[in-house]
């Protein structure tokens, strides 16, 4: 059973650019969860979406930040007009659907997207 | 107050020591509640769900003390391999899948 996937593993990108990052969910797993950890400091939660749906968006920044988890295919966090202040780790994680209160709530993590804005 | 809290350390221990982390939480309605580790600059990997009546995964023990909204890890016979962050994350109520994770406590296991 394949983990979460996340690609790619680095992204260069230069200021104003567009930044995409792809997250495949565990087989089975119906949620996928966004974070972001700047350098020395924790993980910050963005956005978590059901397939199709995004269920909570509270942690993602008003503009530039979009995220998607469409029928088909992968899990995008998007990042238009990319700054230097997004150069981070960003990491995606999946949950299954049901199986109780604590199992449910289990998230395992992709290995990430580190993103350098030039 | 933070949601989580959690001492930062680092925590620096010898071989075959035993450690002991605590980590408090704000929300007296979160129900699920869990320790991560992370190595650096690697993604966080779950070590340990807790559960209310305690829960022991070979060297590690966690409790959960709802009364007083605490959460402890403990580490027996400590390896280097356990050299690492540890995050306490916390629901944020009931069946809320949203989880609100501490800064971590930073351990390095000595020769």
């Known amino acids: 059973n394949a983990g979460v996937m996340q690609n790619p593993r680095h992204l260069v990108r230069r200021r104003g650019q567009e930044a995409r990052l792809r997250c495949s969910p565990m087989k089975g797993h119906s949620h996928v969860y966004w974070y972001r950890q700047l350098p020395e400091e924790g993980l910050k939660f963005m956005v978590y979406l059901q397939k199709e749906n995004i269920i909570d968006e509270s942690g993602m920044p008003k503009e530039r930040f979009s995220a998607e988890f469409p029928k088909e295919g992968p899990s995008i966090l998007r990042i238009q007009q990319v700054v230097r202040g997004d150069s981070a780790a960003y990491f995606c994680?999946?949950?299954?659907?049901?199986?109780?209160?604590?199992?449910?709530?289990?998230?395992?993590f992709g290995p990430g997207t580190r993103l350098t804005v030039l | 107050r933070k949601e989580v809290e959690q001492d930062p350390g680092p925590f620096n221990v010898p071989e075959g020591a035993t450690v002991a982390f605590n980590c408090t939480y704000s929300?007296?309605?979160?129900?699920?509640f869990f320790w991560y580790r992370q190595d650096c600059r690697k993604e966080p990997k779950l070590l340990m769900s807790?559960?209310?009546?305690?829960n022991e995964d070979g060297r590690f023990t966690a409790q959960l003390n709802r009364a007083s909204q605490y959460i402890s890890l403990l580490i027996r016979d400590s390896k280097l391999s356990d050299s690492a962050t540890y995050l306490c994350v916390v629901n944020r109520a009931g069946n809320n899948r949203k989880l609100i994770w501490g800064l971590g406590t930073s351990l390095a296991v000595n020769p």
């Open positions: 807790v559960y209310s009546s305690g």
């Open positions: 994680a999946s949950s299954p659907l049901e199986g109780g209160l604590r199992s449910y709530n289990e998230q395992f």
């Open positions: 929300n007296s309605a979160s129900q699920s």
